[in-house]
């Protein structure tokens, strides 16, 4: 199971970014799809996560900015950031949510894309 994330980078406040996260060794269209993210000194928080009937979960603090999708004949996940913030600066992590409540220890993990978000 593999799953590789792409698309992170150094951007202005207010800019925008597009993550894909292309996944392999697993029936991808089977599992929720989530986006977390590092937070200093308290571990990963889920961003969004993207069910399979399509319904989506957002963090508030990226609510109304960032936009959760699928392509399941692609098997990729991608997230759409804009209007992005200097406390959006951080290591994200695509993987499976297996429960629908966050992806936990025990999910399918990618390796991080670093994006970081200044002037």
């Known amino acids: 199971e593999q799953l590789v994330e792409s698309g992170g980078g150094l951007v202005q406040p207010g800019g925008s970014l597009r993550l894909s996260c292309a996944a392999s060794g697993f029936t991808f269209g089977a599992y929720a799809m989530a986006w977390a993210r590092q937070v200093p000194g308290k571990g990963r928080e889920r961003v969004s996560t993207?069910?399979?009937?399509?319904?989506?979960y957002y963090a508030n603090s990226v609510k109304g900015r960032f936009t959760i999708s699928r392509d399941n004949a692609k098997n990729t996940v991608y997230l759409q950031m804009n209007s992005l913030k200097p406390e959006d600066t951080s290591v994200y992590y695509c993987?499976?949510?297996?429960w629908g409540l966050g992806p936990r220890v025990d999910d399918y993990w990618g390796q991080g894309t670093q994006v970081t978000v200044s002037s």
């Open positions: 993987a499976t949510d297996r």
């Open positions: 993207i069910y399979n009937d399509g319904t989506t």
